[in-house]
DNA sequence: GGGAAGTTGTCTCATTTGAGACAAGGAGCG
DNA sequence: CGCTCCTTGTCTCAAATGAGACAACTTCCC
């Protein structure tokens, strides 16, 4: 992996796949793309592609993996940052990747793609949770009353959210629309008693 | 030539350079960019750019001679087509290619590939030339007759005319463009009584 | 003038890729 | 069912590229 990222072919194999998969994901949608598709209109041989992934969910993987590992690093610099801050900083990230994360996650996406972004989305949420149990009480044994069903439930309506906010394009900023998730999800706490 | 252009990689390489070259022009403009800069943003080594050509000017002449090929094939497609409809053609063509005339031509563009393209344009016009003289009153010795006097004074005016025209947003579609630069070459042969 | 830093143009060798063929397995159709 | 067409996933060998070093040259700045 380290390897890899500093093989300049490689990283050109990898950013020309990704640029055509987003074109074509665009113009006729994820699921009926076949390989040879994506690697024409990469301008790389399918052998290269096979070499290089299984399929072609595994490329997608592959640059959600980056993009999750930008979004991490982006989160991790000022280390003494207040929870809010986090989901302005998600958004922001969205944003950043607009085109790849509209094209996986809109109407012409992938229900395979939505699937692994809600579990992505409900590990945060958990770390979220716990991150902010800890600044307003933090306990003994924190760690075993942490359960799935509030974060899956907030996991799919945040995705709800991007793609909404995507597919209107952005009508107001990151900060806004992280706000209006952050109230909805502090509501949705406080109800469930899960907050605090 | 033949062979490169079924070459995949080399085709690739071909297609980065231009682009990264296009972007770069833009930002910094041509004469002060290096080759090391283009190899970068292209994302290929520039082993790999002298491999393939001499130096950032046989870049742009291969670019550019390609352009001209495309261009030349657009307007023998129909053999029978009357004159003006070459010059609309023309103008379609800059429009097809309007990021790279325009990055080549503008203020940030290289007096040497103005230049080129005026060379280009006089060889051009000095067909048209021949094309209308033959289509108007054939001749018998009509090859020793055409100088070079009136075609470079109207390449010069196309070049500006096309730089105008793109650096203004084309504020009018080719055909009106072209119908203009028609019109003030016409007038220009007439005047001088080089046309008829 | 002279030194430092950057660029050019060239080279070699390891690595990645392209072309093309192949069997296996759908998907659509009569 | 049988047929055709397409896609997948894998393989080999030839070809292009990447990394890195190099001398020669320019530029810039002291």
Redesign the interface.
Known sequence: MSQKAQN?RL??TQ??LREALVELIEERGFESLTVGEITERA???RAAFYRNYQDKYALVEQIFAEAMQVLFNALATPATEHPPELWVRFFEHIADYERLYRALLGRKGSPWFVQKMRATLIDLLKQYQRLAAGYAAPRQNASTDVDDFVPTLLAAMLVEAITWWLEHQRPYPPEAIANRCIALATAIFTETGTWR
Chains 1, 2 share one sequence.
């Open positions: 300049l990283r050109r950013k020309l301008m790389i041989s």
